[in-house]
T-cell receptor, first 116, second 114 residues
Framework: GAGVSQTPSNKVTEKGKYVELRCDPI?????LYWYRQSLGQGPEFLIY????????DSGLPNDRFFAVRPEGSVSTLKIQRTERGDSAVYLC??????????????FGEGSRLTVL | DQQVKQNSPSLSVQEGRISILNCDYT??????FLWYKKYPAEGPTFLIS?????DKNEDGRFTVFLNKSAKHLSLHIVPSQPGDSAVYFC?????????????FGEGTQLTVNP
């Protein structure tokens, strides 16, 4: 597709369960980002991949959160032992620039996670 | 610690008038600033940006102003159109951070009334 694709668009789970959220970036984009947006807040940075490696994972809130991008394209955000506070919209973005001259990121529509 | 702050959660203007959205930041290392627009159930989309070496950048109906001494930027939309109704996020990045990591404000809901 032409844009960043995220699945599922909605996920409802129970506290303590494991969740995976998938992001398919724009073809050819080397940089991939995960953000989390809670209600009434702006997107909050989680992790940044350049190619296959996590160049910056300083935004991950704790060790229950993990993300991979094994082939430098699709990425999966994994959340273990989910808590109610994890409920948010998880946004994925990609960029075709390794530098930061424009800073323009292309966002997907997000995956809304609800933890009951 | 909210490094990028948008103090107005909402703004309502009449079609054809000017919309002014404001943003303040605290981190003096920020040197690149962007505005994103977000419609419901969609991801944010890039609108306009400005480097800290400039104080103004204009793109059609959209102009961003940067006041570094005040650590303040604003987005002007003129004339405003009903299709501009959306949540607007201010974002910033710093040279020492990797890639294009952005720090976002809380957003301002703009409503343009016909």
């Amino acid at each position: 597709g032409a844009g960043v694709s995220q699945t599922p668009s909605n996920k409802v789970t129970e506290k303590g369960k494991y969740v995976e959220l998938r992001c398919d970036p724009i073809s050819g984009h080397t940089a991939l980002y995960w953000y989390r947006q809670s209600l009434g807040q702006g997107p909050e940075f989680l992790i940044y991949f350049q190619g296959t490696g996590a160049a910056d994972d300083s935004g991950l809130p704790n060790d229950r959160f993990f993300a991979v991008r094994p082939e430098g394209s699709v990425s999966t955000l994994k959340i273990q032992r989910t808590e109610r506070g994890d409920s948010a919209v998880y946004l994925c973005a990609s960029s075709d620039r390794t530098g930061r001259e424009t800073g323009e990121l292309f966002f997907g529509e997000g995956s809304r996670l609800t933890v009951l | 610690d909210q490094q990028v702050k948008q103090n107005s959660p909402s703004l309502s203007v009449q079609e054809g008038r000017i919309s002014i959205l404001n943003c303040d930041y605290t981190n003096s290392m920020f040197d690149y600033f962007l505005w994103y627009k977000k419609y419901p159930a969609e991801g944010p989309t890039f609108l306009i940006s400005i480097s800290s070496i400039k104080d103004k950048n204009e793109d059609g109906r959209f102009t961003v102003f940067l006041n570094k001494s005040a650590k303040h930027l604003s987005l002007h939309i003129v004339p405003s159109q009903p299709g501009d109704s959306a949540v607007y996020f201010c974002a910033a990045s710093a040279r020492e951070t990797s890639g294009s990591r952005l720090t976002f404000g809380e957003g301002t809901q703009l409503t343009v009334n016909p």
